[in-house]
């Protein structure tokens, strides 16, 4: 791969499959993500989205292909490698620990950025301290881009939380540990119309204020996707049918077929 490749694309996918028993879920799927962009990843139910999301971030093992980050094969790597190089995600469902702080939660995406060490923690105490009031900081200007209210609420419980500042809070534990690229599994899921359009301004508004911030969205909601993508991949049967623009796979009749039938 050449430097030039490697800078333009910092996630790179190469003829991943992936089986479950009979069930081919990927099949031979190639993705190119560019640096900075917002990549929409849609297709019908059970098309392969999230199945694609959990063989890069390590979930899945890959029956075959390759996934490279920044030129680096993570393929075979586990979850928690892989975030150490980069890469951030969140899910369909929420997996926020309810009963933990808001804090703790955030704190828990920025594991791999703090020294945990025993050592540390017993000796320099006046360092931790340091570092604490540091990392409280950084988590409120983050949740502040979402919602300055729910800045406030630091060390509130997340189970105190309403349905759209639990998905804010999730965003924002994927993002404090400055990964080079997120995954958004179903961002709206679970929130009215309105609650979408808020929380979709509120990415857009926090991937202007962090730079060049890569993306990859998995979502259902066409508006949002037309909306915040600078480019959108569809998949059917775990193959790539379609990419471009949102407008241009819109009016593709591969895509209207998968998800409307043949008239």
């Given amino acids: 791969m050449s430097a030039g490749s490697k800078n333009e694309s910092p996630l790179i996918a190469s003829g991943l499959s992936v089986k479950f028993g009979g069930l081919l879920a990927l099949?031979?799927?190639?993705?190119?993500?560019?640096?900075?962009?917002?990549?929409?990843?849609?297709?019908?139910?059970?098309?392969?989205?999230?199945?694609?999301f959990n063989v890069i971030s390590g979930i899945y093992a890959a029956s075959a292909g390759q996934v490279l980050l920044d030129g680096r094969d993570i393929t075979t790597l586990r979850p928690h490698q892989i975030a150490a190089h980069g890469l951030a995600r969140t899910f369909q469902r929420?997996?926020?620990?309810?009963?933990?702080?808001?804090?703790?939660?955030?704190?828990?995406?920025?594991?791999?950025?703090?020294?945990s060490g025993l050592w540390y923690n017993l000796v320099r105490r006046?360092?931790?301290?340091?570092?604490?009031?540091?990392?409280?900081?950084?988590?409120?200007?983050?949740?502040a881009i979402f919602n300055p209210d729910l800045a406030g609420k630091l060390w509130q419980p997340a189970i105190s939380l309403g349905m759209i500042d639990r998905r804010r809070l999730e965003i924002c534990r994927a993002l404090i540990g400055r990964p080079k690229i997120v995954l958004l599994d179903e961002p709206s899921a679970g929130m009215t119309h309105d609650e979408t359009n808020q929380l979709m301004n509120e990415i857009l508004e926090v991937r202007r204020n962090l730079g060049n911030l890569t993306v990859v969205m998995v979502e259902h909601e066409m508006g949002l996707i037309e909306r915040a993508t600078d480019r959108c991949v569809v998949l059917n049967y775990g193959k790539k049918i379609c990419e471009g623009k949102y407008a241009d796979v819109a009016a593709d009749p591969l895509v209207r077929e998968a998800y409307l039938g043949k008239s």
């Fill in 27 to 52: 099949n031979e799927l190639s993705i190119e993500v560019r640096r900075g962009e917002v990549l929409g990843l849609i297709g019908p139910n059970g098309s392969g989205k999230t199945t694609f």
């Fill in 94 to 115: 929420s997996r926020l620990c309810l009963s933990l702080s808001v804090f703790d939660n955030l704190m828990l995406g920025a594991v791999r950025r703090l020294n």
């Fill in 126 to 143: 006046d360092r931790l301290a340091a570092d604490v009031r540091s990392a409280a900081k950084e988590a409120r200007d983050l949740l």
